[in-house]
Structures are given as C-alpha cells and as structure tokens.
C-alpha cells in the first residue's frame, strides 16, 4: 500500500525538524515537503497535492486558517493542526480537521493523530466518534446566541476533548502559569490557556478580574470581607475566599 505523501508547515524551525523527526518513525507516512510560512504552503499544495498536512496555525504571510480559505473543499488536503493555541480549536474542526494537537505534545499523542488520519485517508470517511464531535460543533455554531448574549459558553480543550462550559456555571478561575484551573459549581477543568485571553472570552457583566491570578463570577459571592494585611476579599457562596489584588481594589467601587 502506498504511503500518505505528508507535508509539514511551521515558522518555526525546531518545531519543523521535530516534527519531522516524528513523521519520519510513521509506516504509513512519507515526508512529500517542508514550508515555513502560509504562502509557501499553500503553493506546494496546489502544485504538489499532498494528502495530509500537520499545520501550525499563527503563521507569517498567511495564517493556516486563511491557507484553508483560499482552497476549495475539494483541493484540501486532511489537516492536522499543529499549534502553541488552543482557542482556535472551534475553527479549525470547521475544515474538518483530523486533529489538533496542542504543544508540547508528547509521541503518544502524535501517533493518536497519525492513526486517525489514515484511518480516515484509508477509508475516506469519518469514524463514529468523529462524526459525533462534527455533528456537536455544526450545533454549537448554528446555535449560537445573538451577539449581545454571545458570552453564554466557553469552549476550553482539556483531556484531549472540547468542553462547552456553561459560563453561568463557572464559580472562580485561577491562573496556573500558562494554565488555568477552571472551578465549576461541580467538579473543575483544567485548560493551557493564558488568564488574558480568557478574560476576552468571559462575559465581562458576570465576570471581575480581582487578582493576577484570579477571576471571579459574581453571582456566586457572598460578601466583602477584610482579610489580612488591611486587604479586603471576596467570600463565595461555598465558602471560598479570595484575596483582592492590590492593583485591582477598584473593583469595589464598580460593585457599589
């Protein structure tokens, strides 16, 4: 059987030789060619008509999404999406993406997208489960809300899935580094996603920012309360207490 012609794409060149240093250890794959930015691979594609493409999505000249655009259906190949970002997961499985992988990425998680890539090149069609998660984000997007209540989810990639959060039922976030820990009214998420552009995702009516590292819902507080060192805090209703930054002690005179 003949191998899948495979092309890679990153602006950066030590993610390019690693990843081809990871396709080169896959039976089923052959390296077709190498690009560095949206222009040249959308060039090789045309010219060249490779079958499966692993492909960065923040790129110089054009983007991966705008290489996708300017591609018919018909003329795309199979993608991988291969980026440092996960919140253009909702974008990219409308191309119907074989996968996206978020870095760091471990070689377990690249044969998982290897496999379902030739499975689906094999066999040209979707599996179940593929064909499930297609069906729920086509509902999630002709459903969506009018955009004065466009803040009612949160998309959020974790454990390999996409997780549709009801933004009602987020308690209080906390900033972990370039993750964070997302506390629900039952259970909590943890997601690679910086507290700044989680705050361009929130509904900025239900949502303060009241520290660095912690945003706060707040429907579920209880009170203002003094904390230690003359600061003052916000307790929630199941009894969390959270300090109020220094730089954010304005948030009390919005909330009176």
């Known amino acids: 059987m003949d191998k899948i012609r495979t092309l890679i794409v990153d602006d950066e060149r030590p993610a390019l030789r690693a990843l081809r240093g990871l396709l080169e250890q896959q039976p089923d794959l052959i390296l077709a060619g190498e690009a560095t930015d949206g222009e040249r691979a959308l060039e090789?594609?045309?010219?060249h008509r490779p079958e499966l493409v692993f492909l960065d999505i923040q790129m110089p000249m054009l983007?991966?999404?705008?290489?996708?655009?300017?591609?018919?259906?018909?003329?795309?190949?199979?993608?991988?999406?291969?980026?440092a970002h996960d919140e253009f997961a909702v974008k990219a499985f409308e191309f119907h993406a074989v996968d996206y992988l978020v870095k760091?990425?471990?070689?377990?998680?690249?044969?998982?997208?290897?496999?379902?890539?030739?499975?689906?090149?094999?066999?040209?069609?979707?599996s179940a489960t593929e064909q499930a998660l297609r069906g729920l984000l086509e509902h999630f997007q002709n459903c969506r809300p009018p955009p004065a209540a466009d803040h009612a989810r949160l998309v959020v990639r974790a454990d390999g899935q996409l997780l549709f959060l009801e933004q009602r039922e987020?308690?209080?976030?906390?900033?972990?580094?370039?993750?964070?820990?997302?506390h629900l009214v039952k259970g909590?998420?943890?997601?690679r996603l910086t507290m700044t552009r989680l705050v361009e995702q929130l509904d900025p009516g239900r949502f303060e920012r009241i520290h660095k590292s912690t945003i706060v819902n707040l429907s579920y507080v209880r009170r203002i309360k003094p904390m230690m060192a003359r600061s003052q805090g916000m307790e929630l209703d199941d009894g969390t207490a959270l300090p109020i930054g220094a730089s954010y002690a304005a948030v009390l005179d919005r909330l009176k």
């Open 170 to 182: 987020i308690r209080w976030i906390e900033g972990q580094g370039d993750f964070v820990k997302i």
């Open 44 to 47: 090789f594609i045309q010219a």
């Open 188 to 191: 909590a998420v943890l997601t």
């Open 104 to 126: 760091p990425f471990s070689d377990g998680r690249f044969r998982t997208a290897v496999e379902r890539a030739v499975k689906r090149i094999r066999s040209g069609s979707l």
């Open 63 to 83: 983007t991966g999404l705008e290489l996708l655009r300017k591609l018919p259906p018909a003329a795309r190949p199979e993608i991988v999406f291969v980026t």
